[in-house]
């Protein structure tokens, strides 16, 4: 393992012979390209006082530590090529990555420390070790993760969409905080095990979807996941939520779409989805006339403003559709009307 230093201002990661030293400021050398075993270094000393551009300019782009305290603002472009790190990562405010692909691929326990960098492209986690979240990170593109621990530690995290992909003797791990995991793409949230498993662990963190387009999907692919909490923002998107999940809150707010895949089951603890006079709330099922089942086992559901079909609010609890609420078609165990407090005993 050895110290690589960037100097010289713009030019291609690969360019050894102009741009990588064994000291800060130092002269640039052929032999000084980082490897995956090379930690890396970005400092004020790395010539972008005026900006700048790393190009990654081929498959084979890595290191193991990264640090980026120029204080200066330059780029890393990459034409959708990955930039590997096989340890930890210290980005800084005034980086951007652009069209690269900040891909982490260790074996052990790594730390990330975003720092207000700007990432526009995707991220993705692709080795079995962990990886601790610092501080927020946000992302233009799609999160990817396919082995590996991802750990938010309480903070939050917003990318167009999140894949998380569990092939055969694979095994992703999302320790989701307490933050707020925020997507809104047409496949915002999407797990796919083909051979592995994809183990969530939710603690107290809250999924928001906020869609971006005319759809937006939230779908385990059959599998059956449990979450904290998950809040559908309804703007005009078609939102479709798939598979067997179970919530602690489910919570719709605005007016929009809202369906449910007919032949599953969405447990929750709470259900919160309240539309306006100007602008119902519609939930129904993904296709034909199967109903989509909704179950709560114990308490009181409160809801209105909502125009429903081809449901079946079940579990045990009591399902106040709203006097505001619309009965379309083929429901069960909704009523529509508000809750009726009883009265109090008369007393002299």
């Not at 692919?221 to 449990?226: G, V």
């Not at 179950?295 to 106040?320: K, M, P, Q, V």
Request: charged fraction near 20%; charge should be negative; aromatic fraction near 12%.
């Amino acid at each position: 393992m050895a110290n690589r230093y960037w100097v010289g201002g713009s030019g291609d990661w690969s360019d050894d012979d102009n741009h990588w030293a064994t000291e800060s400021g130092g002269s640039p050398g052929d032999g000084n390209l980082p490897t995956g075993s090379d930690d890396v270094f970005i400092d004020t000393n790395s010539g972008f006082s005026s900006g700048g551009t790393i190009t990654i300019d081929s498959e084979e782009c890595a290191c193991h530590d990264f640090t980026s305290s120029s204080g200066h603002t330059y780029t890393i472009y990459g034409e959708g090529l990955w930039l590997g790190f096989f340890g930890s990562v210290v980005f800084e405010s005034g980086l951007t990555f652009d069209d690269v692909i900040p891909s982490f691929i260790s074996e052990d326990s790594e730390t990330i420390i975003i720092g207000g960098a700007t990432i526009n492209a995707d991220f993705g986690i692709y080795a079995s070790g962990t990886l601790t979240l610092q501080d927020d990170l946000t992302v233009t593109g799609g999160f990817y993760q396919e082995n590996g621990t991802f750990d938010a530690n309480d903070h939050n995290v917003t990318a167009d969409d999140f894949s998380f992909y569990a092939e055969e003797d694979r095994s992703p791990t999302v320790v989701m905080g307490s933050g707020t995991w925020q997507g809104g793409a047409a496949d915002a949230w999407y797990i796919k095990e083909s051979g592995g498993s994809v183990t969530i662990t939710p603690e107290t963190s809250t999924i928001k979807l906020v869609g971006t387009g005319e759809e937006c999907r939230f779908d385990n692919d059959w599998a059956s996941k449990t979450y904290n909490n998950i809040w559908v923002v309804a703007s005009g998107t078609n939102y479709h939520i798939e598979g067997s999940n179970t919530f602690n809150e489910f919570k719709i707010t605005g007016s929009g779409s809202v369906k449910f895949l007919g032949e599953g089951t969405t447990t929750v603890t709470t259900f919160v989805a309240e539309g306006t006079d100007e602008g119902l709330i519609t939930l129904d099922n993904t296709g034909g006339v199967d109903q989509f089942i909704l179950s709560c086992a114990s308490g009181i559901i409160e809801c209105d403003y909502l125009d429903i079909s081809n449901s079946n609010a079940t579990g045990g609890a009591r399902w106040f559709a709203g006097a505001n609420s619309i009965d379309t078609e083929n429901n069960d165990g909704w009523m529509f009307t508000d809750r009726k407090y009883p009265l109090p005993p008369f007393r002299s």
